[in-house]
T-cell receptor, first 114, second 114 residues
Framework: GENVEQHPSTLSVQEGDSAVIKCTYSDSASNYFPWYKQELGKRPQLIIDIRSNVGEKKDQRIAVTLNKTAKHFSLHITETQPEDSAVYFC?????????????FGSGTQLTVLP | EAGVVQSPRYKIIEKKQPVAFWCNPISGHNTLYWYRQNLGQGPELLIRYENEEAVDDSQLPKDRFSAERLKGVDSTLKIQPAELGDSAVYLCASAWTGGSYEQYFGPGTRLTVT
């Protein structure tokens, strides 16, 4: 089955700096890659996603890049703010429609220092 | 729209006792997932439903875990008997496979087995 590895496990940045989180996946059939943000004690929430037919996607301060050949994808957060502090999970998914299921990475604890 | 609802939010039980978790997905979502999230880890899929049918339960420890989704709406996950290693957050998620790929998560039930 699919295996997703995520690095780093913890990341501290100064407010205003950029943060980058990287993930690799094992199944070349994976075709959907979401990123979830989970604040302490709260539910995971989708912040951005990318499909395998796209190499990059951006939404304001957040961007995701995908390298299908190398089987890795990354989350980029620019101009970080204290409210960006949370655990971020990457995930990879194979299948379509009703057969879709996610395999998650182990998470990155991001701390933005004021 | 109302989000995914789970109850209870917290549960403390002694080992060997039974426990049940309830999930009400977003209205109209035909797919429902139960995940287990151990401390410091990403969610791991336990079971996936398409309407009332369990289409993937390969990760569900069937000797002690059971689940049902009557009428293809609400779902219940049960553990009997609970073990110390079952302490985790149990997350429910739902999705509409005819639309976007996004899975919407509930707030989870934090189970502590003593």
């Amino acid at each position: 089955g699919e295996n997703v590895e995520q690095h780093p496990s913890t990341l501290s940045v100064q407010e205003g700096d950029s943060a980058v989180i990287k993930c690799t996946y094992s199944d070349s059939a994976s075709n959907y890659f979401p990123w979830y943000k989970q604040e302490l004690g709260k539910r995971p929430q989708l912040i951005i996603d990318i499909r395998s037919n796209v190499g990059e996607k951006k939404d304001q301060r957040i961007a995701v890049t995908l390298n299908k050949t190398a089987k890795h994808f990354s989350l980029h957060i620019t101009e970080t703010q204290p409210e960006d502090s949370a655990v971020y999970f990457c995930a990879a998914s194979t299948g379509t429609g009703s057969a879709r299921q996610l395999t998650f990475g182990s998470g990155t604890q991001l701390t933005v220092l004021p | 729209e109302a989000g995914v609802v789970q109850s209870p939010r917290y549960k403390i039980i002694e080992k060997k006792q039974p426990v049940a978790f309830w999930c009400n997905p977003i209205s109209g979502h035909n797919t429902l997932y139960w995940y287990r999230q151990n401390l410091g880890q990403g969610p791991e899929l336990l079971i996936r439903y398409e309407n009332e049918e369990a289409v993937d339960d390969s990760q569900l420890p069937k000797d002690r875990f059971s689940a049902e989704r009557l009428k293809g709406v609400d779902s219940t996950l049960k553990i009997q008997p609970a073990e110390l290693g079952d302490s985790a957050v149990y997350l429910c998620a739902s999705a509409w496979t005819g639309g976007s790929y996004e899975q919407y998560f509930g707030p989870g039930t934090r189970l502590t087995v003593t």
